[in-house]
């Protein structure tokens, strides 16, 4: 799937992300193809998880289990292996995201942003990934393809 395709499939689920939400669609958009290979990923294919949120004690859904890259302050780059949340489709995994984001008060102030380089600013800063270009990275996806069009 080419990086347009990608977003033409995820485009209606992020645009309805950000009307009930408040996640900005250009957010959701790069942060799928940053996490999930523009959907070429195990994880998306497999579990149908764009985001790599995990599955922690809270999760009550079917869980998808394998290694994953984390940076530790210490040692770096690390493998390790982790639970991840598993959906039936991309639309169930837009969806559970958006809620995922907006129920955890350590993201709340990224809410306070519309526009998807601000937002991943935000959530980068509350702790969402280990990588510590997170921001950098989802705001590089966001130029190169346009995205901000989207953040209406």
Aim: overall charge neutral; glycine content about 6%; aromatic content about 14%.
């Amino acid at each position: 799937m080419t990086p347009q395709e990608f977003i033409e499939v995820l485009l209606p689920g992020a645009l309805a992300s950000q009307k009930d939400c408040g996640i900005p669609a250009s957010f959701t958009l790069a942060e799928a193809a940053l996490e999930s290979g523009w959907g070429s990923s195990l994880l998306a294919l497999q579990a149908k998880n764009l985001f790599g949120v995990k599955a922690d004690r809270s999760w009550k859904g079917p869980v998808w289990t394998m290694n994953t890259r984390e940076f530790t302050k210490y040692n770096g780059w690390v493998m390790v292996p982790a639970d991840w949340r598993s959906y039936a489709t991309w639309a169930d995994c837009i969806s559970d995201h958006a809620a995922f984001l907006r129920s955890n008060s350590r993201y709340s102030s990224a809410f306070n942003f519309t526009t998807g380089k601000a937002f991943a600013v935000e959530v980068a800063k509350a702790g969402y990934a280990t990588d510590p270009n997170y921001a950098t990275k989802i705001s590089a996806v966001i130029d190169s393809h346009n995205l901000s069009q989207y953040d209406t």
